[in-house]
């Protein structure tokens, strides 16, 4: 069984400032994790995945994601929020090995840019 | 153009109607997905297939029916529309990768209203 919580349906941060978004995830087996962002509008598009090659993943538009398996945590950051980066974000867990489909969804975070 | 297309991008319809969303895609992907997205709620899988014979249900497929014409075009059907159906409904494409991994590709979504 797999399950995805986010920390905060909502984050507002100043133009400029650090973006943490929290989440935090429950796997019976070693997970595959990922960020998925939906600006306006939009479909959700791929920001970044861990897949066990690397704890600190770099994904698109400067954000990355570091997993810590002691807090079962996958949390994303942008060190300086843009204006542009004002949408949903989504975290999602699968699980690894075996003939995989099921992708499961976070409630989303809604980031919020002021100038 | 897009790898992950779907039609109409928006409807309106009434309670009761017969309902054909699609989606077409030019990954070469084998799996696809039908999600609904409610505010608040994140994704939930309706449908998947993991080929044109293999079609399975997913968590909230009741009031839901789906087709998988061909590889590359998998169709969601509301045989009668009901209000609490109103939702942004997307569609998803993955391949199979090495151990598991199942990164999925998301299209532009549909918002469906009914009345």
């Known amino acids: 069984a797999q399950s995805v919580t986010q920390l905060g349906s909502h984050v507002s941060v100043s133009e400029g400032a650090l973006v943490l978004l929290r989440c935090n995830y429950s796997?019976?087996?070693?997970?595959?994790l990922f960020w998925y962002v939906q600006y306006p509008n939009q479909g959700l598009q791929l920001l970044l995945k861990y897949t066990s090659a690397a704890t600190l993943v770099k994904g698109i538009n400067g954000f990355e994601a570091e997993f810590k398996k002691s807090e079962t945590s996958f949390h994303l950051t942008k060190p300086s929020a843009h204006m542009s980066d004002a949408a949903e974000y989504f975290c999602?867990?699968?699980?690894?090995?075996?003939?995989?489909?099921?992708?499961?969804f976070g409630k989303g975070t809604l980031l919020t840019v002021n100038p | 153009d897009a790898d992950v297309t779907q039609t109409p991008r928006n409807r309106i319809t009434k309670t009761g109607k017969r309902i054909m969303l699609e989606c077409s895609q030019t990954k070469g992907h084998d799996r696809m997905y039908w999600y609904r997205q409610d505010p608040g709620l994140g994704l939930r899988l309706i449908y998947y297939?993991?080929?044109?014979?293999?079609?399975n249900k997913g968590e909230i497929s009741d009031g839901y029916s789906v087709s998988r014409q061909a590889q590359a075009k998998f169709s969601l059907s509301l045989e009668s529309a009901i209000p609490n159906q109103t939702a942004l409904y997307f569609c998803?494409?993955?391949?199979f990768g090495a151990g598991g991994l199942n990164t999925q590709y998301f299209g532009p979504g549909t918002r469906l209203t009914v009345l």
């Open positions: 998803a494409t993955s391949d």
């Open positions: 796997s019976s087996v070693p997970p595959y």
């Open positions: 297939s993991f080929d044109v014979k293999d079609i």
């Open positions: 999602a867990v699968s699980l690894s090995g075996g003939s995989n489909y099921k992708l499961t």
